[in-house]
């Protein structure tokens, strides 16, 4: 497990490209032979990924100090790769790609696997601190209510799928979903925001190799920019910032934690004030 620490946003506004790439990237996600997991200290947020050849545990790690994983956690998964399931305590969800599930605090096994070796599944998490079990329930995308926001001209029509949140799959603080660029539209979360009440981290995905997506970060009249591609993923302090602009459409899936879980509740920031 990788350990990620928490920046000023003072000492951000010196970073050259390399040193904003190694405090803020996670890439090298989807080991074939085991689990790649970064522990932020934003907001003790856990971020990991997996594409198992066969059966991979989840396990807590020193990091952690608990017996088990989700022993004071919870957790969001959503596969991005072939079928697969996940086994939570000797119960097996099947896992379609872009299905969803919630894992509640107090799951004590938690198994990944593919059905097809030959196009194994593609497993990502995010993990939360917790204070309560919620009941570990599946999301599945047929299933999902879409929400169609943005337009061709403004370069940002998308459709939205709200996984974990308090008006769906309940949880202590955790916050995912999906998002789904039309063809054609470039952008998301612009005119962009904040929310100082919460962190984010997107997963970039659905980019051919020769794509990028330009991530735009930092304080509103300090902003810096990563170039992300395929299966990336960007931390988000809640100080900064978060939109995207990609070289063709995208998906990404995008997890908060923090104070609260209003998903409307953030800081817009008008396009004159932006640095």
Request: aromatic share 10%; proline share 5%.
């Amino acid at each position: 497990m990788e350990i990620k620490n928490a920046v000023h946003p003072k000492d951000m506004k010196g970073y050259d490209t390399q040193r904003l790439r190694e405090e803020f990237l996670l890439a090298d996600l989807f080991p074939k032979d085991g689990i790649k997991t970064s522990y932020s200290h934003v907001d003790r947020v856990i971020v990991g990924s997996t594409s198992p050849i066969r059966p991979v545990y989840l396990k807590a790690g020193k990091e952690l100090g608990s017996e088990y994983f989700l022993e004071r956690r919870e957790m969001g998964v959503i596969n991005i790769g072939g079928k697969g399931s996940v086994n939570v305590d000797g119960v097996e969800y099947g896992m379609e790609s872009k299905d969803g599930l919630y894992i509640g605090m107090g799951a004590k096994e938690v198994i990944f696997s593919s059905a097809d070796q030959a196009t194994p599944a593609k497993f990502y998490f995010n993990s939360a601190p917790a204070h309560r079990s919620y009941p570990t329930k599946k999301i599945e995308i047929s299933k999902a209510e879409p929400q169609r926001l943005g337009s061709l001209e403004d370069s940002n029509q998308r459709t939205i799928y709200k996984y974990i949140h308090p008006q769906g799959v309940g949880s202590c603080q955790l916050v995912m979903g999906m998002t789904i660029l039309e063809p054609g539209s470039v952008w998301n979360t612009m005119p962009c925001h904040t929310h100082e009440r919460r962190m984010e981290v997107y997963l970039y995905f659905n980019l051919p190799e020769d794509a990028v997506v330009f991530h735009y970060m930092g304080e509103p009249k300090e902003t810096r920019h990563i170039v992300v591609r395929n299966e990336e993923a960007v931390i988000s302090p809640s100080w900064a910032i978060h939109a995207g602009c990609g070289t063709r459409n995208y998906i990404f899936i995008w997890g908060m934690a923090g104070e609260n879980q209003v998903f409307s509740d953030m800081d817009g920031v008008a396009m004159s004030e932006l640095r």
